[in-house]
């Protein structure tokens, strides 16, 4: 499944299957960019970042990109678990400040 | 990763009373820390910027006398919500900045002013 952010705010991914969650920032001048998951009631929580002077970083099960001409970043989850069900916010930070997202609600299907 | 802790995780009270919030970082030592205010289902706003030893810089429209906040240490900032109202009602969550300019969260304090 695929969510192109701000214009489909909600994904539904079958599981095991892969999602594919896209942001758009804004500042040219954002240096670090960083993916969060936020369950229902709780803080976000740190999943990966990338540096401006990268374009792609691994985790675990998890991938950036970071296409800087076009000011645009996806989450690439491999293997969809049901505890991925969450809302996902991409920040852009510049000097220690993050801007957010309006984040991307995805839901497994069993 | 760092840890950050925020308490309560839930607060009520009457309006017209003041609530603090506190936001610890228990492992490092954050020189900046940053409060948010979350409505349901929209994404995080900064409402400041909070420097150890220094004042607070707000964003636009948020208003420093009603949220007070303090960073009296390198590991501890306090949001005060003054003469709080129905419409203050929220989650606020804070986060803290380590030395790599990694941003960890706390878990959130979830605010009802009845």
């Known amino acids: 499944g695929e969510s192109v952010g701000l214009h489909l705010p909600t994904l539904s991914v079958q599981e095991g299957d892969n999602s594919i969650i896209n942001c758009a920032y804004s500042?040219?001048?954002?240096?670090?960019f960083i993916w969060y998951k936020q369950e229902s009631g709780k803080g976000p929580q740190f999943i990966i970042d990338i540096r401006s002077n990268m374009d792609k970083r691994q985790g675990q099960r998890v991938t950036v990109l970071l296409n800087k001409t076009v000011k645009h970043l996806s989450l690439q989850i491999a293997a969809t678990q049901p505890g991925d069900s969450a809302v996902y916010f991409c920040?852009?930070?510049?000097?220690?400040?993050?801007?957010f997202g309006a984040g991307t609600t995805v839901t497994v299907r069993a | 990763g760092a840890v950050v802790s925020q308490h309560p995780s839930w607060v009520i009270c009457k309006s017209g009373t003041s609530v603090k919030i506190e936001c610890r970082s228990l492992?490092?030592?954050?020189?900046?820390m940053f409060w948010y205010r979350q409505f349901p289902k929209q994404s995080l706003m900064l409402m400041a910027t909070?420097?150890?030893?220094?004042?607070?810089?707000?964003e636009q429209g948020v208003e420093k006398d009603k949220f007070l906040i303090n960073h009296a240490s390198l590991t501890l900032s306090t949001l005060t919500v003054t003469s709080a109202h129905p419409e203050d009602s929220s989650f606020y969550i804070c986060?803290?900045?380590?030395?790599?300019?990694?941003?960890?969260f706390g878990q959130g304090t979830r605010l009802t002013v009845v």
């Open positions: 909070s420097n150890e030893g220094s004042k607070a810089t707000y």
């Open positions: 920040a852009e930070g510049n000097d220690y400040k993050l801007s």
């Open positions: 492992d490092f030592q954050a020189t900046t």
């Open positions: 986060s803290a900045t380590t030395r790599f300019a990694e941003a960890f």
């Open positions: 500042n040219s001048a954002s240096d670090y």
